[in-house]
């Protein structure tokens, strides 16, 4: 009998193998941090014949897989935009629900990020989020901490606005206590009071769903973070996909202000 339950296991997990076309990439040049705007869920529940939060469902299955795939390419860091600090304009209902969805996830996959050595962050900021969501997030940042593969950094109650105002209070208020010359205000300084921290700057920002637009995420760290946009929606973002991108971001020549000699 345990011999059967050990063949499903394995079956179960050949389905779950990603799958992916992975010839034509150049692995010396796999973009270390991306970043997605993970944007259409609702739109792809609408054309199937279903509520929004059908679509909320299904793009939290497609974050796994990508996050297993960009793991498999080496990919170190992916930061994934899951609620904004505008999300809270929406519906009681819809905002309920990925509250509740959010809860879930950061219970029931647990295990298989243990598994996969995925290590979960936040950026965001936690006022005004359900205690039940904080403590979630606490519990799944202690459970992954000493997890040394790809790091699975959630953006929730996120705005890029927000941060930069919250990092500029927080320097302000150590300039003013004398612990922080005005004078010593530099990028770096901007950089560690920003909930980005300590991870590297994103190298490619993906945005499926059509829209051609930022909205309001990691403002300050985008700044030479290539483009790339899909109009596929994010409940139908493959593995492929991701391999499109970093395909396009290797096409690219990334001059971050200077000129390249040739
Ligand atoms: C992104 O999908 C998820 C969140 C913003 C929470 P949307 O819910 O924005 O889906 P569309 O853009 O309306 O299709
Ligand atoms: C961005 O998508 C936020 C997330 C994906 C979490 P939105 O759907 O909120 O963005 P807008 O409103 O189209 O700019
Ligand atoms: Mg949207």
């Known amino acids: 009998m345990l011999v059967f339950r050990g063949l499903f296991q394995t079956k ?3 389905k779950n193998n990603i799958v992916m076309h992975t010839e034509d990439l150049d692995m010396q040049n796999i973009p270390q941090h991306i970043a997605i705007i993970m944007d ?4 792809w529940a609408k054309a199937q014949g279903k509520v929004r939060t059908f679509g909320h469902q299904a793009g939290a299955e497609t974050l796994k897989t990508i996050v297993r795939a960009a793991d498999k390419l080496g990919v170190k860091v992916i930061s994934a935009y899951a609620f904004s ?5 929406r519906p009681v209902t819809e905002v309920n629900f990925i509250m509740e969805l959010l809860s879930r996830y950061l219970t029931n996959e647990i295990d298989e990020f243990n598994e996969n050595n995925v290590q979960v962050r936040f950026i965001g900021s936690r006022k005004g989020l359900p205690e ?3 403590q979630k997030m606490e519990h799944a940042i202690e459970a992954t901490k000493n997890n040394t593969g790809i790091i699975l950094n959630l953006a929730i109650n996120y705005g890029g606005q927000a941060e930069i105002l919250h990092a500029v209070r927080t ?3 150590e300039a003013a206590n004398g612990t922080l ?3 010593d205000i530099d990028n770096n300084v901007i950089e560690n009071h920003l909930y980005t921290k300590g991870l590297p700057a994103p190298d490619l920002l993906i945005r499926p769903g059509g829209d051609l637009r930022i909205s309001n995420f990691l403002l300050w760290q985008i700044a030479y ?3 790339w946009t899909t109009k596929v929606f994010w409940p139908e973002f493959t593995p492929d996909h991701l391999v499109e991108a970093i395909l396009a ?6 001059r971050f202000g200077g000129l390249i000699s040739r």
Do not use: L, S
């Open 12 to 14: 179960n997990k050949t």
């Open 85 to 89: 600090t505008e999300n809270w304009k």
């Open 225 to 227: 973070a290539e483009i």
């Open 181 to 183: 010359a005005v004078d």
């Open 249 to 254: 971001y290797q096409g690219r020549e990334r």
């Open 171 to 173: 320097i302000a208020a």
């Open 132 to 134: 039940i969501v904080q």
């Open 40 to 43: 259409g869920n609702g739109r």
